[in-house]
């Protein structure tokens, strides 16, 4: 008996540690788009059509809307996404909401989207997506200069910024030119 527990469990141990070493061996991958890129997800088709990186006014005067940061000066960073329903059915602008959101990352920063501003640039009087009709959708942070040192904010627009859609099964980042 104690033979087959031996058995058993240097098999279990083996199994467990060729699977870490498979794990670390292949990293999960990044699947990189461009604003301008199209994404067939099925049902929806995603197209990435603008993004921008703001001061607060330029913001305001872009979309009506006040950038709610407190926290002192900030630059606001946005993407359009033009989803389109390529079902037969109607389908819920939440769950487009949901597949979409994510959030904003660099090298040396990363946020969720503001879901106050992001509704309120948003504004959508339906709560459905006909089948065939397409909408943009705006997704939108604020990136607080206390993140940064002061030589690393005056080059904040050189900075590779990515919007980044899902995490699993694998990474979808979409580059933004700011």
Known sequence: MKKILSAFIICFLIFWAGRIISINQNPPIT???DIGDTLDCGDLEVSFIE???DSPEQFKERFDVESDNSDGEHKVISICISATNKSDKE???DEI????????EAPMWAS???PEATYQINNFGEEKLAPGETRKIW????IPKKLYRESAWKHIDENQFCYVLTLSPQKIAVRLKV
Do not use: K
């Not at 909401?97 to 904003?104: K, S, T």
């Open 112 to 114: 969720a989207i503001n």
């Open 31 to 33: 699947a990189y788009y």
């Open 91 to 93: 389908a819920e602008l």
């Open 51 to 53: 993004s921008h990186l």
């Open 139 to 142: 997704y939108v942070t604020e």
């Open 97 to 104: 909401f949901d597949f979409l959101e994510c959030g904003f």
